[in-house]
């Protein structure tokens, strides 16, 4: 046996690539010919000019680089592994603290330099606007998802605030700079609240057309707005008092006078960077903070899926809410800094363009990651302003680079996540605990089910349904497919809403009827928990996150709604600690530890079923639906199921609503079976009296007359 | 009563415009369910060659002016359809199942690119054209005020009904209609039935820029005026047209750009010309959040 386990690799086929760059040259012959052969005069008359030569380059340009791609993909498709970009990434991660370190500190010194001129030191502030903006778009992006392609709409808010106050109230730039951050939030709200709510296509439709509406709305409010001339002579930052201008007004000093130094246009430039610089480093600080909480967590657990997140009690217009609104905050003091750099606005500088050419950044350097937005503004702002002959290529190049990074890595540059919280790791001070249902001793049934009916046009899915569920008991729902089972869940956990029926949850925490409740409350308030058919977790989340996100209304509330997260609180760590403790207890009991710090998409179908259950048990419900929990495990992990789901049911005491076609794992463990056929109930009993009963038996294997009754 | 006939014919005339090319969204909304950003700039570059085969003609000397609009719609349908054919190779379909908004960031990087393509190659200053068909039927007249419908408003509101007719025939009764409605439904299935869904998608981006290539056409010869940024709100526009009448439904993208051309006209006409684009851009918000069915689409029932 020879040691080479190379496979060999089968011959380019030369006929079939020159067929193939020969269809390439052929339609970029067809896009050339009239667009780039003939070039139409300005203004008007026929006088066009002729230019063969674009045509003929174009052809051959397209025809070599066809081949050339061939060739490349030939030569490629044998080797696995990384590619190049990510072995790069891979060998400098272990420096990555001293890279940030010398980053950072050339950053902080760059205007001191020696060799620091007016422009250097003027762009460095240009690359720190975007980059503000691509951090703040990044936490509207790239972590909840929401594609907001009218962002500058809040930058241009924040600008015009801080210009409108400045110059007819006389108020300073930090006395500005939180008003105008305060209007763009308001703004961002008002805006956001009618229209989150649409998917998430539609959503960058709207937002681009209210990116516009400010715009036009700028142009023609001359009034307020100046107009297209827009608004000049705004006045500068000053530094406790002291401005940044040759010839100060009388009671003022000026900068220079203050530290007896002949005036230089420069310090006004170095101030300025300095404020951007220490803008953005707060917006840093913040957004890797925010992350970590809960609120952050929401985020890109809404980005992941939305339906998942409202099973959990998540109301996904408020989450949405808060990353549009933060995010314009973000925009809006970016904006005063950029009124007060330029000393004049108009309407110009917030155009969908530069809409754009943020979200670009944000693209290019990998959505959500803090690190790709620097190295993607550093790379499209400072590019095309270093190499000016080139600048009228510039947006060719960003149309062209956002559809590159989509074709080739459509996560961006730069696409490691840090998980929010590690199990491995989490120093717990505390044990955790599930929450232990007294047993039902009372009258009212835990669920109740009265006269449910539901229809779909003309199909009437479920037929003047009732039942009842208990607390303590496993109430099965079986049927025949189309029988109408996953509507009944879907009705009770708020994602239909019936038509006629009412559905009644009681326990100790009070009394709900779920039709009138919305999706997000039912879990949140009438504690309904549930799993999907087709499992529904958030893939890209470590399984610990899964199951923290579970707990967001508590740990929104122990955080004071992100407050005293972001101060670091022990309030909220603590919560934290408890919380991560309680989600320890289920991965104990599901054998989800060692798996805990993984992420979610990556584990087999078995384990992912699992997950879930664990996550709806860490909403701490009072009644749990499964939907076909055994559907596709194999009997050895049926059997484990089985014994997770009357442990639930003996240690918890709460009720579990059960749809299942594994025949033999009802009647195993179910306590309160009831058979569905055409939306209608045929049986109610325990196992033994459904195994007998007549219409089940006819119901499932027909009759020999032919057809239902 | 002269003057808002003659904003309806004007309107009409506007919206068979917007109609067409709203067609082209719907009908890949419809089939994989994303934004196509860069139709309104597959419609610009319509514009764009139309223009450029007429200057072609004019110097070659075609002096019969039906026959050299048939010539340009021909022509510029075929190169047209060249560019949405392109597009979708090189910016959508190596996307097919990435994340969702990963085909629609394309897009706009696709439409920022083509824009810029243009402005490029063809210089940033506005083209213009001598008017081809002049002349019209005066309808009304009254204290000096004509209502006049145009020869030419008269071919664009009837090439635009042909079109339509023709349209829902081929997407009705074609085979090829049919395996397109297949692949709107489930291209997976479709495709286990043997329907090659990738020529369905790429047949349908070139049916669409070929509508847009007709509107560009008209636009070129009604208002003889053009430059590389014309895609960015008309495109806007017509894609409000399509979702206010249902996006998916082709006649939904017709009745949608007819009102939406009709909004506009009468707004210009009896409020602020200034504000009318915000108007537009006011239905396409108003429709989402109340209707984000539109008038004729299906409701999308969620699946779970």
Redesign the interface.
Known sequence: MTASNAIEKPPINLGATLKEAGIAAL?AL??A????G???????G?A?TTRPW?VVVAVVVVFVGRMAFALWRHNRSISHGAGIFDRILSALAPYSRIIFIGFFALVALLPLMPFADRRMVDLGTLVMIYIMLGWGLNIV?GLA?L?D?GYVAFYAVGAYSYTLLAVNFGLSFWQCLPLAGLFAGLFGVLLGF??L??????L???T???G??VR??L??WSDLTGGSEGITAIPGPSLMGLKFTPTPGAGETAFHQFFSIPFAGIHKLIFLYYIILALALVTHLFSVRIRRLPVGRAWEALREDE?ACRSLGLNPVLIKLSAFGIGAVLAGFAGSFFATRQGFINPSSFT??ES?II??IV?LGGMGSQVGVICAALVLILLPELARDFA??R??L??????AI??WR??GLLVTRDPSVMLHGFDLPVAGTTQVVPKNSGTNPLLQIEHLTMR?GGLTAIDDLSFAARAGDITAVIGPNGAGK?TVF?CITG?YRPDVGRMCMDHDGGVFLLERMEGYQISATARVART??NI?LFPRMTVLENLMVAQHGKLMRASWYSFAGLLGLSRFKNAEARAVADAKIWLERLDLVDVADTEAGTLSYGVQRKIEIGRAMCTRPRLLCLDEPAAGLNPNETQALNKILTDIRDQTGIGILLIEHDMAMVMDISDHIIVLDHGARIADGTPDEIRKNPAVIRAYLGEEDGGHS | MEYFSQQLINGLTLGSIYGLIAIGYTMVYGIIG??NFAHGEIYM?GA??A???F??L??VGIASVPMAVLIVLI?TV??TG??G??VER??YR??RG?????????A???????????Q????A??????PMISGGFVLMERGGFQVTLSYLQIMIMGLTVILMVGFSQLIGRTVLGRAQRACEQDQTMAALLGINVDKIISLTFILGAGLAAVAGVMNTLYYGVIDFYIG?LVG?KA??AA?LGGIGSLPGAMLGGVIIGLVEAFWSAYF?A??K??AA??I??LV??FR?TGLLGRPE??K?
């Open positions: 339609i067809a896009l010919l009239p667009l780039a003939f070039r139409l005069p300005d203004g008007g026929s066009f674009w992006v998802g594609l392609l009618p229209v709510r649409l998917r998430g296509d539609y960058a439709i709207v681009l057309g209210f516009e509406m036009i709305i142009i023609n339906t969908f363009i754009a979200l670009a693209v009228e290529f947006m060719l960003f149309g062209g680079v956002m559809v989509m074709v459509p996560r779909f996953t879907n994602f999907f058919q529904r | 994303m934004i570059i764009f060659i223009m450029i085969v200057a072609i004019g110097f022509v075929l190169f060249a560019y054919w392109t090189l910016a190596p996307l990435s994340f969702r908004l990963a085909p629609l960031i394309s706009i990087g696709m439409s920022i690119f083509l824009q810029n393509y243009v490029l190659i063809q210089g200053r506005v083209k213009a054209m001598e960015f806007l894609f409000t979702v602020t200034e504000y684009d915000v851009f006011s396409l918000v989402l959040i984000p029932v969620e779970v």
